[in-house]
């Protein structure tokens, strides 16, 4: 119940393209839901984030689409341009009664945008 | 955002040794998180360290092997003890859902 499953586990676009990652979940309880980029050798960088009151956030290029119903989210690259070739996880947070909050990561998807 | 400064960045070290990871956060947060990410894998949070408690630990996770420390509001430290080569991960200190740039620890 405390899984992210993300797909696909790599992906390789054309440059201009749109890049679609999907992640699912099953607990509920989850009130964000964070997409991370993370280059080589890098920690992972923040890179949009969504609330299940949201359907939609789009910040430039990318976009999180938010199925609630389904409990399943996805982030959009459109345009993909090479530097955009990294490793993307989905995540999902929830608030404990113990105080504080757990995020569970899904497994990673390694874009590849061929120029 | 804050900004969250770790070090050492990379570090290769004997097995049975110990190593301190520190994180230094630019503002004063209540919850500081310590992450780990084996080569090539997703990231699993180790525990939470709060400031004036003890850390609370997740499964699999035993103060002994990674004892915490969180003397004040801005700066937390993650030692990993008698190590082994299966520790060898990047090992991340988080802020409000944001990352340091993570410690490369490889044992030998």
């Known amino acids: 119940q405390q899984q992210v499953k993300q797909s696909p586990q790599s992906l390789i676009v054309q440059k201009g393209g749109i890049s679609i990652i999907n992640c699912a979940y099953e607990?509920?309880?989850?009130?964000?839901f964070p997409w991370y980029q993370q280059f080589p050798g890098k920690g992972p960088a923040l890179l949009i984030a969504i609330r299940p009151d949201v359907s939609e956030k789009k910040e430039g290029r990318f976009t999180i689409s938010f199925n609630k119903s389904a409990k399943q989210f996805s982030l959009h690259i459109m345009d993909s341009q090479p530097g955009d070739s990294a490793t993307y996880f989905c995540a999902a947070s929830s608030f404990r009664n113990t105080g504080g909050f757990k995020t569970i990561f899904g497994a990673g998807t390694r874009l590849f945008v061929k120029a | 955002s804050a900004v969250i400064s770790q070090k050492p960045s990379r570090d290769i070290c004997q097995r049975g040794t110990s190593l301190t990871i520190q994180c230094q956060v630019d503002?004063?947060?209540?919850?500081m998180f310590w992450y780990r990410q084996q080569p090539g894998q997703s990231l699993t949070l180790i525990a939470t360290?709060?400031?004036?408690?003890?850390?609370?630990?997740e499964s699999g996770f035993v103060i002994d092997k990674f004892p915490i420390s969180r003397p004040n509001l801005t700066f937390s430290t993650l030692t990993v003890s008698n190590m082994s080569p299966e520790d060898s991960s990047i090992y991340l200190c988080?802020?409000?859902?944001?990352f340091g740039s993570g410690t490369r620890l490889t044992v030998v």
């Open positions: 360290a709060n400031q004036g408690s003890e850390a609370t630990y």
């Open positions: 988080s802020v409000d859902h944001r």
């Open positions: 503002s004063q947060v209540t919850m």
């Open positions: 607990n509920t309880a989850f009130d964000y």
